[in-house]
């Protein structure tokens, strides 16, 4: 099985980065895998994200999505009016997925074949952050995602809430969507296929050398959990684990010897491309398993 994947389009972010989910399309079309994956952060606001899945348009394969943290903020002026990550998380994005005719992994696995998907938005308990700093960046302050003048943007949008409504600490979002990932899991369980695949927009192992400068070494202490890894080493079949969010493009080992693979596109003003459509095909990675 050919999967083709990428992340990170943030349609919303640049004019050059609107141009992207009419060249995914076209270009997915060209390179005709067996399944393609999205693995998060496909835009922030709403009215992009309708807009980017229909001009991706229709593929004549499968293709899922994994929410990223983008696609879940909430503007204040709806958090106001009591909206939460949760609507978007399990009702405008499943439904959004649902129009455009998208699997949406954060609801559940899917089966392409032979082969079982399985995946979350994941999430950070700050775990990976470079300890070298810690006398330098107590854990309050990554609580607030201020340090200095860089402030990291899901502590204003990113909104998840207890029964009470109030805002729930990373380390409780953690736990609530590694309570669904291994419901999913559970699921995939009893399935009678050759092979699964583990989905995330988050990092879901510890992966990345702190860089030992700012505000790299502040930023990754939200670049995800490795207790997400864990729950998908529990899967005996695991082929390979597939993520996003860090912008970055590499292939390791899951701890356990399996292929742990990111290709994003990213913000465009990092582009070693200025070229939309030439940045994009940097940015489409193919595996076989």
């Known amino acids: 099985m050919r999967i083709a994947f990428t992340s990170d389009i943030h349609a ?5 980065a609107r141009r992207v989910p009419k060249l995914l399309g076209d270009r997915l079309r060209a390179i005709s895998p067996d399944v393609f994956v999205l693995l998060g952060d496909l835009a922030g606001h709403l009215e992009v994200l309708e807009e980017s899945f229909a001009e991706i348009g229709e593929l004549p394969f499968p293709k899922l999505f994994v929410a990223g943290n983008h696609d879940v903020w909430v503007p204040l002026y709806w958090q106001s009016r009591g909206e939460t990550s949760y609507d978007r998380l399990d009702r405008l994005l499943p439904e959004m997925c649902a129009r455009h005719g998208w699997g949406y992994l954060d609801g559940g696995p899917v089966r392409v074949g032979d082969v079982g998907f399985v995946g979350s938005i994941g999430w950070y308990d700050y775990s990976l952050r470079n300890r070298a700093r810690d006398g330098e960046i107590s854990m309050d ?24 409504g109030e805002r729930l600490s990373d380390e409780g979002v953690c736990r609530l969507l590694e309570g669904r990932l291994r419901k999913h899991l559970a699921e995939v369980a009893r399935w009678d296929v050759r092979a699964v695949v583990g989905c995330s927009h988050h990092m879901p192992y510890d992966a990345i050398r702190p860089p030992g400068r700012l505000p790299w070494d502040f930023f990754l202490a939200y670049a995800g959990s490795g207790r997400f890894g864990r729950l998908f080493d529990t899967e005996r079949r695991l082929a390979a684990v597939l993520f996003g ?6 292939s390791r080992e899951t701890p356990a010897g399996r292929p742990l693979v990111t290709s994003c596109l990213g913000y465009a003003r990092h582009w070693s491309e200025p070229d939309p459509e030439k940045a994009l095909d940097a940015a489409i990675r193919v595996i076989e398993i």
């Not at 969010?245 to 590499?250: G, P, Q, S, T, W």
């Open 12 to 16: 919303d972010n640049s004019e050059a």
């Open 245 to 250: 969010h860090v912008h970055m493009k590499f």
């Open 141 to 164: 302050v990554y609580r607030r995602k201020f340090f200095r003048r860089w402030r990291w943007g899901d502590a204003v949008y990113a909104l998840f809430t207890d029964g009470e």
